[in-house]
């Protein structure tokens, strides 16, 4: 089985450019997890969605992040305008939930590097 | 909010030597994940406890969670090259909506030497 897929592997890009990551969960899974990860922070929960419905984005950095995910196959996290502090890794990661947390499967992850 | 706290950091071992990380919440927790992270990879759920007291054993490996379910262990032991990476361990939400997700530990680095 294909297990959560996520692009672009790695992203170089100038600072103040737009940057999407997308990420397509494994099928039959209900809820998705974008994450941040750097040396300083650790693994950062940035968003979560149940359904397709984003349940709490309390870790989203600051308006520049954005995140939507349109069907249950596919989801996007958007930053715009991106910073040079924005360089980490980002991970998506699914699971199916019910009633208590099952397993997060998590994608490859996302090298972010803005200059 | 909730906090999961792991100690060590880092550990460095020689090949053989066991290995222990520890994992401590500020809450009581329905249940604890586990996960391992090699270098450049992502993380790997490894297991789940539910129970007070539960310990299981994946060869190698001891995952315990309290009495209490605030704390829990994982133990190496016999320590090999290929268990080098960041283990974590992650608790759920406290309450409502916020179940859905994980909290995750700051993870300890292992590394072995050969």
């Known amino acids: 089985d294909a297990g959560v897929i996520q692009s672009p592997r790695h992203e170089v890009t100038e600072m103040g450019q737009e940057v999407t990551l997308r990420c397509k969960p494994i099928?039959?899974?209900?809820?998705l997890f974008w994450y941040r990860q750097t040396m300083m922070r650790g693994l950062e929960l940035l968003i979560y969605?149940?359904?397709?419905?984003?349940?709490?984005d309390s870790g989203m950095p600051e308006d520049r992040f954005s995140a939507k995910m349109p069907n249950a196959s596919f989801s996007t996290l958007k930053i715009q305008p991106s910073e040079p502090r924005d360089s980490a890794v980002y991970f998506c990661?699914?699971?199916?939930?019910?009633?208590?947390?099952?397993?997060?499967?998590f994608g490859d992850g996302t090298r972010l590097s803005i200059l | 909010g909730q906090q999961v706290m792991q100690i060590p950091q880092y550990q460095h071992v020689q090949e053989g030597e066991d290995f222990t990380t520890y994992c401590n919440s500020s809450?009581?927790?329905?249940?604890i994940q586990w996960y391992k992270q090699r270098p450049g990879g992502h993380p790997v759920f490894l297991i789940q406890?539910?129970?007070?007291?539960e310990v299981k054993k994946q060869k190698r490996l001891t995952f315990q969670f309290g009495e209490a379910k605030k704390n829990s262990s994982l133990h190496i032991t016999a320590t090999q090259t290929t268990d080098v990476g960041t283990y974590f361990c992650?608790?759920?939400?406290?309450?409502?909506?916020?179940?859905?997700?994980?909290?995750f530990g700051k993870g300890t680095l292992l590394t072995v030497n050969p």
């Open positions: 406890l539910v129970k007070s007291g």
């Open positions: 992650a608790g759920p939400g406290n309450s409502g909506g916020s179940n859905y997700k994980l909290t």
């Open positions: 990661a699914s699971s199916f939930w019910r009633q208590i947390n099952q397993p997060q499967h």
């Open positions: 809450t009581t927790l329905s249940n």
């Open positions: 099928s039959g899974h209900n809820s």
């Open positions: 969605f149940n359904n397709n419905v984003p349940i709490d």
